[in-house]
């Protein structure tokens, strides 16, 4: 056993019961937004601006998904600088929405968060995150694992997606560059999260003051986007009448994406099998487990929560533990450790720079060894709806149990000196903590170092 691992048993953690009874979720809550578009090479990001969030439009019956992929309308996307950190870029949201950092305990992108909550459903599929201890907040940065299967025409099949989404929002250019990033905050469990997600469209009639900026004759800016008009867009092929089937084996992962980051719907562009768009069809993101249920593919997604939760709050201790200066985190049968190798399915960190002894490991493999779970309960698909006053607290994430790891006391800290910046767009002046710039360079660097090191992984740019 290598004195380098310390381990989170799947199995094990799935084997107890009591896991799939519901847990704490507030709603999630937008605090920022930002968008993102290329120009000259280079992707220019607009806090607060809304120029890359569209409204929808249902799309005609016969459009074609399958065109411009070889066309001048299809701008592919812009290779993504080794020295970027994308987490940082939920940082400089604090440049213009004051964030009191003490109150979260983990700052991701939603990408991290459908990683760990698929390993349920798909134990074998790997994933890798790094994470960076800064204070109070565990920092997750997206990682593009090279050991992920493939297949010759996914980038085809994605583009389909992509076009599908252009249709709906009446652009003529399917700019993989382009995107809408929403940062909403909520309580998973005992774990505080802010989290940054891509949003695809909105349903809101709302014009934009700002921007007179036009596609085919429609405003496309929105001055004031609301989480709940959010949708996301989805394609499904139809092969024969069993699609609705193959749909619903899809349905846990789109009900997780969409369920943590407060989109209320789901449209699905239904496609036939030479491109063209046969309709559309909308989900009520809290009733997919009953449709998904109703197909025969139903899912308990309150063991998903929970699971991410125990995944969250192990990261986070692990990452106090060991310094939390740089780590890598890794699942799946193909990760490089020797527990891996032996009983797949675990979830394991690797110390990058520095050999810990294994007194932990050995004392963390009797714990779960001594672990004798039943089958779990059958559970009953209901609608999801959030639950904010189911409250479960954990006394090694607890607020002043954290700064006592960190050698600090919240009530004597003094707070961060403060500079007041303008809002550009709102024209209001906002108080800023410089602490968050001094974070934001701590972040970066921790994960750049941690990213030397890691077997040919490279930081992520897919839907986040």
Same mark, same amino acid.
């Given at each position: 056993m290598a004195g380098s691992i310390n381990s989170f048993a799947v199995a094990s953690w799935l084997a107890i019961s009591e896991r799939c009874k519901p847990i704490s979720f507030t709603k999630p809550q937008q605090i920022a937004y930002w968008s993102e578009k290329a120009k000259d090479n280079e992707i220019i990001k607009e806090y607060l601006g809304t120029n890359a969030l569209?409204?929808?439009?249902?799309?005609?019956? %016969?459009?074609?998904?399958?065109?411009?992929?070889?066309?001048?309308?299809?701008?592919?996307?812009?290779?993504?600088?080794?020295?970027s950190i994308g987490v940082t870029d939920i940082i400089e949201v604090?440049?213009?929405?004051?964030?009191?950092? =003490?109150?979260?305990?983990?700052?991701?992108?939603?990408?991290?968060?459908?990683?760990?909550?698929?390993?349920?459903?798909?134990?074998?599929?790997?994933?890798?995150?790094? !994470?960076?201890?800064? %204070?109070?907040?565990?920092?997750?940065?997206?990682v593009d694992n090279p050991d992920k299967q493939s297949y010759n025409d996914a980038a085809f099949l994605s583009y389909q997606g992509s076009k599908f989404e252009s249709i709906c929002t009446g652009r003529q250019l399917v700019d993989l560059n382009e995107s809408f990033v929403s940062v909403v905050r909520y309580r998973l469990g005992a774990m505080k999260l802010l989290m940054a997600a891509e949003i695809d469209c909105t349903r809101t009639t709302d014009p934009s003051p700002f921007s007179d900026h036009i596609f085919q004759g429609r405003e496309s800016a929105i001055s004031n986007p609301r989480i709940e008009n959010y949708v996301e867009l989805k394609t499904q092929v139809k092969r024969d009448d069993n699609y609705r089937g193959n749909m619903a084996q899809k349905m846990p992962k789109w009900w997780l994406q969409s369920f943590i980051a407060g989109v209320p719907v789901i449209t699905v562009g239904v496609r036939n099998?030479?491109?063209?768009?046969?309709?559309?069809?909308?989900?009520?993101?809290?009733?997919?487990?009953? @449709?998904?249920?109703?197909?025969?593919?139903?899912?308990?997604?309150?063991? !998903?929560?929970?699971?991410?939760?125990?995944v969250l709050?192990?990261?986070?201790? =692990?990452?106090?533990?060991?310094? %939390?200066?740089?780590?890598?985190?890794?699942?799946?049968? =193909?990760?490089?450790?020797?527990? @891996?190798?032996?009983?797949?399915?675990?979830?394991? @960190? =690797?110390?990058?720079?520095?050999?810990?002894? $294994?007194?932990?490991?050995?004392?963390? $493999?009797?714990?779960?060894?001594?672990?004798?779970?039943?089958? !779990?309960?059958?559970?009953?698909?209901?609608?999801?709806?959030?639950?904010?006053?189911?409250?479960?607290?954990?006394?090694?994430?607890?607020?002043?149990?954290?700064?006592?790891?960190?050698?600090?006391?919240?009530?004597?800290?003094? %707070?961060?000196?403060?500079?007041?910046?303008?809002?550009?767009?709102?024209?209001?002046?906002?108080? @800023?903590? !410089?602490?968050?710039?001094?974070?934001?360079?701590?972040?970066?660097?921790?994960?750049a170092t941690a990213a030397r090191y890691r077997d040919g992984g490279r930081a992520g740019r897919g839907k986040r």
């Open positions: 569209y409204r929808y439009f249902p799309p005609a019956p %016969g459009s074609r998904l399958d065109e411009g992929f070889n066309g001048p309308n299809f701008i592919r996307k812009i290779e993504k600088p080794k020295t604090s440049r213009y929405v004051p964030i009191s950092w =003490k109150d979260y305990h983990i700052c991701t992108f939603r990408n991290n968060l459908n990683k760990i909550g698929g390993t349920i459903s798909s134990p074998k599929e790997p994933w890798s995150i790094i !994470t960076v201890r800064e %204070g109070n907040v565990l920092f997750l940065e997206v099998p030479n491109g063209s768009l046969s309709g559309t069809e909308d989900f009520d993101v809290q009733n997919l487990p009953l @449709v998904s249920k109703r197909e025969g593919c139903g899912f308990d997604g309150w063991r !998903t929560l929970r699971f991410i939760e125990a709050t192990w990261m986070y201790d =692990k990452a106090a533990e060991l310094g %939390g200066e740089g780590e890598r985190v890794d699942q799946g049968p =193909k990760t490089q450790t020797e527990w @891996v190798e032996k009983e797949q399915g675990r979830v394991s @960190v =690797k110390r990058e720079r520095e050999k810990c002894s $294994n007194d932990d490991d050995e004392e963390e $493999n009797r714990r779960y060894q001594r672990i004798r779970g039943s089958k !779990t309960k059958m559970y009953e698909a209901v609608r999801f709806d959030y639950l904010p006053n189911l409250m479960e607290i954990r006394a090694s994430i607890v607020e002043e149990t954290a700064n006592e790891k960190n050698g600090s006391s919240s009530s004597n800290e003094k %707070g961060p000196e403060k500079v007041t910046r303008i809002n550009e767009r709102e024209g209001q002046k906002v108080e @800023v903590p !410089t602490k968050s710039y001094a974070m934001a360079e701590n972040v970066r660097e921790s994960i």
